[in-house]
């Protein structure tokens, strides 16, 4: 924490080609979750959904990763109208660059997969919280509660 982010060029919903340069002079809460369309990941997608107006207030940008189409990202966002991108990182650049990628029990199996995780960065690029292994039921009020403090 405390060091720049290394800009980065992702795939995202919209049509766009998302660059951490494109937020300068606002902060980007960059949201990692495993999958589409999951219970969980559609329970934190909603309640970032439902906070988007207090992160608006508060100079922040909510974006969305994890390692599904955009295409798939298109029907997510769409059927839960996400006021916010979702970017498509298939090849697990951004998530190899924020060492998200784990190794997680699933089923009783061994799986490679993202570990639910969020990331700020300041209106300069700096990297300034992280939240790792994030519980879906309090994270989205966590990160509002740290960018009311500072």
């Not at 606002?26 to 329970?43: A, H, I, R, S």
């Not at 798939?72 to 951004?94: I, R, T, V, Y």
């Not at 292994?133 to 990160?143: F, G, L, N, P, S």
Request: net charge neutral.
């Amino acid at each position: 924490m405390g060091h720049p982010v290394p800009d980065f060029q992702v795939p995202a919903t919209g049509g766009k080609t998302v660059s951490l340069a494109d937020y300068r002079g606002k902060k980007v809460v960059l949201y990692f979750y495993p999958k589409d369309n999951t219970p969980g990941c559609t329970q934190e997608g909603i309640a970032f959904r439902d906070n988007a107006e207090q992160f608006a207030q508060l100079n922040a940008v909510i974006l969305g990763v994890s390692r599904d189409s955009v295409k798939m990202h298109e029907g997510f966002k769409c059927k839960q109208s996400f006021p916010f991108e979702l970017l498509s990182d298939q090849d697990e650049a951004l998530c190899q660059s924020f060492d998200v990628i784990k190794m997680k029990n699933m089923y009783g199996k061994q799986v490679r997969g993202i570990e639910r995780s969020t990331f700020l960065i300041d209106e300069n690029g700096v990297l300034v919280k992280e939240w790792r292994k994030v519980q879906v039921k309090t994270h989205v009020a966590e990160i509002l509660a740290f960018l009311q403090a500072h």
